[in-house]
Structure formats: structure tokens, C-alpha cells
């Protein structure tokens, strides 16, 4: 069974960092491509960084590119999402997903507020 689990959310002021952790478990995980996406209130869920296989590439909405670092461990299963000069507007329920398939973890919430 496919697991992605998040964490690492929470409550930051606006200028500062954080980093989202996600853990996979029940498909190879260093055979993927995985991407973050976010839902900001109101609005759909959008793509905002994604990273091959063995992390050697990514690509980043413009919206996050050059605050927001995606990285990956293959030997610990795991994604993550640097984040930094965090803005209000980059207050979203954010979520890893697997590429190419419907595997979605159930989202964690960053807030970005003084």
C-alpha cells in the first residue's frame, strides 16, 4: 500500500524557514520522480516543485523559485521542501505527490502570518 506521509507544518512569521518533511513506503521510491504541490485558501491545488528520480534535476513554479528547495533521500525514503523568505501568500495546505500516478499524502498545513 502506497503511504506518503507529511510533516513539518506549522505556523511561521513572514521572512522565515521551514522544512516538509514527506516519508514514502510501498513503491520504490528511488525509481520516482516526486513533486510538491499546495492549495492556498480558495484556490486549486498547484504544482510548485518537482524532482527526478535520483535527484539530479527539478523545476519550480515561479512563485517559489529561489526561496523553495526540493530535495530528496533515496536511502531514507524521503522528500522534502525547503522553505525559505516565507511570504503570507505562501500560506496553502501543502502535499507530496508521486509523478505520474494518483499517490497524494493527505496534505499539511503551513501559515504564514506575524
Known amino acids: 500500500q502506497v503511504q506518503l506521509v507529511e510533516s513539518g507544518g506549522g505556523l511561521v512569521k513572514p521572512g522565515g524557514s521551514l522544512t516538509l518533511t514527506c516519508v514514502a513506503s510501498?513503491?520504490?521510491?528511488?525509481?520516482?520522480?516526486m513533486s510538491w504541490y499546495r492549495q492556498r485558501p480558495g484556490e486549486g491545488r498547484e504544482l510548485i516543485a518537482q524532482?527526478?528520480?535520483?535527484?539530479?534535476?527539478?523545476d519550480y513554479a515561479d512563485s517559489v523559485k529561489g526561496r523553495f528547495l526540493i530535495l530528496r533521500n533515496n536511502g531514507k525514503n524521503t522528500l522534502y521542501l525547503q522553505m525559505s523568505a516565507l511570504r503570507p501568500e505562501d500560506t496553502a495546505v501543502y502535499f507530496c505527490?508521486?509523478?505520474?500516478?494518483?499517490?497524494w499524502g493527505r496534505g499539511i498545513h503551513v501559515t504564514v502570518s506575524s
Open positions: 524532482i527526478g528520480n535520483l535527484g539530479m534535476t527539478s
Open positions: 505527490k508521486r509523478n505520474q500516478y494518483q499517490d
Open positions: 510501498g513503491f520504490p521510491f528511488r525509481d520516482s520522480g
